[in-house]
């Protein structure tokens, strides 16, 4: 019994499939059977004659159902952002499709977290054999990873007597982080807040060097440099730090040196012995080549 009543009050919370007497329906049944009620006892009907009444006004109600379209004519699609900030407002939109030959009046509610701020139900209309476009604005106020896996319809003729519900699988993620509002403003003004206290942004050079850690970002980095995922970890300025390009030079030609002064010492070592060091082509070419590499990083070319 307590299985049954779930099942019939999940029916009128935008659940599941089925369908559902309307306003304009219970409000008519209702002024029907008082004035039915009024007459009979004038007339003196007994309440079979009543109950067979009712009932024929109810069944030949049904065939509103029939100028609905179906559930397999119905098809929608959800499109929204994969990444929201927390307390901003963002629009998604619902694609309705209707393929079958009558008009439809609609409300639906997405099956968003109970967390998130939205005004459902949503009302629009679709045409027959057209394709519709709802949009709504939701805030989401926590942070974290959600799921939106159904969008929840009911939807009615035009003579909206009955109303029919079904519940499409949509499957979206959400992604909620920090409000960064205030740090795109500051990023975007930067200059602005520099030149007050003396200072001037001059473009940098893209970094060339190897990556070495994550820093808190000071007065004067580079801002495309901001490490945005452990900014918002952290709640607070994170920046990339690089190996400098001048460390990386002096690296390679201290190797450079190294192997032209192994080459010597091996040279000269042979020679000592009354032999001579025999190099091939390549060996020769590597050699003059490192060799002037290093004539052209001492000239300050590179």
Do not use: C
Request: proline share 3%; glycine share 4%.
């Amino acid at each position: 019994m307590t299985k049954l009543l779930k099942n019939l009050w999940a029916r009128f919370l935008f659940q599941d499939r089925g369908i559902l007497p309307t306003r304009k329906l219970l409000a008519f049944f209702l002024i029907f059977s008082i004035a039915i009620i009024v007459i009979s006892a004038f007339l003196g009907f007994s309440w079979l004659w009543l109950s067979i009444i009712n009932g024929i006004i109810l069944v030949m109600s049904l065939i509103d159902l029939s100028f609905s379209p179906k559930s397999q004519e119905v098809t929608a699609q959800r499109r929204m952002s994969s990444e929201m900030e927390r307390g901003i407002t963002y629009t998604v939109h619902i694609e309705l499709s209707n393929t079958s030959a009558y008009a439809m009046n609609v409300r639906l509610k997405d099956g968003l977290p109970q967390s998130f701020q939205a005004p459902f139900p949503l009302k629009g209309n679709v045409k027959k054999q057209e394709t519709a476009i709802l949009a709504y604005n939701v805030v989401a106020p926590f942070r974290g990873k959600y799921d939106v896996t159904k969008l929840y319809i009911r939807y009615q003729s035009v003579f909206g007597l009955w109303e029919k519900q079904m519940a499409i699988e949509l499957e979206d993620t959400i992604k909620v982080i920090p409000d960064l509002t205030e740090t795109k403003q500051y990023l975007k003004s930067a200059q602005q807040f520099l030149l007050a206290e003396g200072s001037k942004i001059r473009r940098q050079g893209d970094s060339t060097g190897e990556f070495t850690q994550i820093r808190n970002y000071v007065v004067g980095d580079d801002p495309r440099k901001i490490n945005w995922r452990q900014t918002a970890k952290l709640q607070t300025f994170m920046t990339n730090e690089y190996e400098p390009e001048h460390v990386q030079q002096a690296m390679i030609k201290s190797m450079a040196q190294q192997q032209i002064l192994t080459k010597k010492r091996e040279k000269a070592k042979w020679e000592r012995q009354g032999l001579f060091l025999v190099e091939t082509e390549e060996e020769q070419l590597a050699t003059t080549a490192v060799s002037r590499y290093i004539d052209i990083m001492n000239q300050g070319l590179l």
